[in-house]
């Protein structure tokens, strides 16, 4: 199995152990993926997500999946990115760790992310990709039990430019 998988997909679709949702620090739902997830999982999520009292910035919670195909949903709050100099770089670093440390400590083994921070809150595309692969790559090589980390893509520019991203890591 190929520990790092980028796709193209809807991550609501996915059948892993936990979906990552970029959310923000209410946690009571929002548009873009956070929108989409709360649809597809159902009034249920929200609920426990009321009882959760928010998310910081780069921190991470988790939720059962209730109607979605993915047993559980991490939800992880993503910085606004101004201009990359208001530590920016370091939260979106956080949300990944964060998330993945979650996952772990909950017995995962396979987790699917969407670009954190590249939609509404502006984070240019191949540097949020960057920080993301980063962070992965680290945490897969510190955690060989972890079967499977995904990058769901919501369009062929947003795949390509993870897929580059990669390409440059490796070199
Ligand atoms: N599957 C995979 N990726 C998706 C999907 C999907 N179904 N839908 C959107 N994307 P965004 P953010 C991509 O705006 O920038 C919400 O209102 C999208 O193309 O969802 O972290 C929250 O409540 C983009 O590349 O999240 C917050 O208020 C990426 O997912 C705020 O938006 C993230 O875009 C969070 O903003």
Do not use: W
Request: with cysteine.
């Amino acid at each position: 199995m190929e520990r790092l998988k980028i796709i193209e997909a809807d991550i609501t679709t996915l059948d892993v152990d936990a979906i990552v949702n970029a959310a923000n620090s209410s946690l009571l739902g929002g548009g873009g993926v956070d929108g989409a997830i709360h649809r597809a999982a159902g009034k249920e999520l929200l609920a426990e997500c009321r009882t959760l009292g928010g998310c910081k910035t780069g921190e991470a919670k988790i939720t059962k999946g209730y109607r979605l195909k993915a047993r559980h949903v991490i939800h992880t709050v993503g910085p606004v990115y101004s201009d990359g100099r208001h530590g920016e770089p370091e939260l979106l670093a956080a949300c990944y760790r964060n998330s993945l440390a979650v996952a772990a400590e909950n017995g995962l083994k396979t987790v699917a992310f969407p670009l954190v921070s590249t939609g509404v809150y502006g984070y240019p595309m191949e540097d949020a990709a960057r920080i993301a692969l980063r962070e992965i790559v680290t945490f897969l090589i510190k955690h060989p039990e972890f079967e499977q980390v995904i990058v769901a893509c919501f369009n062929r520019r947003a795949r390509e430019i993870v897929e580059d991203a990669k390409l440059n890591m490796e070199i």
